[in-house]
């Protein structure tokens, strides 16, 4: 799996397996460290598991087969979710995040997905406008359901985001 050559650094796609999820928790918790407004750290080893029983995990690497970010994905019929992408901090600001969403698309729409739906946290105000130009719309609102607990006093709830493929 690539994406586009315009699409920004090289990168292979590939699924995660359970090797990789020790080096996986590290790069998304990395990546989700600006969000101070939650008790604890993004995810767990047990966490993502999950996740990847429940779902899909695919993973950008260099060529020597690092892994540089990823992103969870799910079939929902014929509508696909897309969650928790995480680029690591040496590869922010690179395009990365970019190719990646752009691999993510590709497979759900191999998966006969016709649609992709996304949920972001709403203390997250930098992220509406990125998923925006990536072509997602606003589509409500809702209770948020954060991996981790809200630190006391902050109210946030969930922007859900949708596109068609």
């Given at each position: 799996m690539s994406p586009d050559s315009d699409s920004g650094p090289s990168a292979r796609f590939r699924l995660a397996t359970e090797a990789d999820v020790t080096c996986l928790v590290s790069i998304i918790n990395e990546a989700f460290s600006v969000e101070t407004f939650l008790e604890g750290t993004r995810t767990d080893r047990e966490r993502l598991s999950a996740m990847m029983a429940?779902?899909?995990?695919?993973?950008?690497?260099?060529?020597?087969?690092?892994?540089?970010?990823?992103?969870?994905?799910?079939?929902?019929?014929v509508r696909g979710y897309l969650g928790m992408l995480a680029v690591g901090p040496s590869h922010q600001r690179t395009g990365m995040g970019r190719a990646i969403m752009?691999?993510?698309?590709?497979?759900?729409?191999?998966?006969?997905?016709?649609?992709?739906?996304?949920?972001?946290?709403?203390?997250?105000?930098?992220?509406?406008?990125?998923?925006?130009r990536f072509g997602y719309v606003e589509t409500g609102v809702e209770q948020s359901h954060p991996?981790?607990?809200?630190?006391?006093?902050?109210?946030?709830h969930a922007i859900l985001m949708s596109k068609a493929l």
């Open positions: 429940a779902g899909e995990v695919l993973v950008a690497e260099d060529g020597a087969g690092k892994p540089l970010g990823c992103v969870y994905l799910e079939v929902r019929g752009l691999a993510a698309e590709q497979h759900l729409r191999n998966k006969g997905c016709q649609f992709v739906d996304i949920c972001v946290l709403s203390k997250r105000t930098e992220l509406p406008p990125i998923y925006r991996m981790q607990p809200l630190k006391p006093g902050v109210s946030c």
